[in-house]
């Protein structure tokens, strides 16, 4: 599964807990359960996800390994490819982006990564901080040339932001 190029592993060390977090964040409010008790495949509505050019018939839950996404495909199937994935474990500071190409974005009120591979051209990640131990990653395969699949990440990343877990603010 793609998505778990950038969430596999984490970086030791590498948290940070003056960074990241939504804004507003108050003590008490558990983002990280929030988003657990979340179906990836659920937070689209069905016109949400034809409206960025994606089949809502084609969603597919994955939750093997450190998978915990919903796959979606074009309505003629091919591709792009892209991916909702859910993560309560790790926050954007802790991925481990060693191998790929990350620059800092906001999507939204939320702190925000676009992360690209210069080995894949044709793909893009845009992961939106929720927590210090939370994230949500839009991951897109086959979009084309880079700027195409982050467009097509950024588009989806903004449609998906209103309903995440977040502090009451």
């Not at 074009?74 to 500071?93: E, F, N, Q, V």
Request: charged content about 20%; glycine content about 8%.
């Amino acid at each position: 599964m793609a998505v778990e190029l950038t969430v596999g592993s984490s970086l030791p060390g590498s948290a940070d807990p003056s960074v990241g977090g939504s804004p507003g964040e108050q003590p008490g409010v558990d983002v990280a359960a929030e988003l657990s008790e979340m179906l990836p495949c659920e937070i689209l509505s069905d016109e949400e996800v034809t409206a960025l050019g994606f089949d809502p018939e084609s969603a597919s839950f994955n939750d093997v390994g450190v998978s915990y996404s919903c796959n979606y495909r074009p309505p003629a199937g091919g591709t792009p490819l892209m991916y909702i994935g859910l993560d309560w474990k790790l926050s954007i500071d802790q991925l481990n982006l060693s191998n790929f190409i990350a620059e800092e974005t906001s999507v939204g009120p939320l702190r925000a990564l676009r992360i690209t591979d210069k080995i894949d051209p044709e793909s893009c990640q845009i992961s939106l901080a929720l927590s210090e131990q939370a994230h949500v990653s839009i991951f897109v395969k086959f979009g084309g040339t880079t700027e195409q699949a982050c467009a097509i990440a950024e588009e989806t990343a903004a449609a998906v932001e209103p309903s995440l877990p977040r502090s009451p603010g």
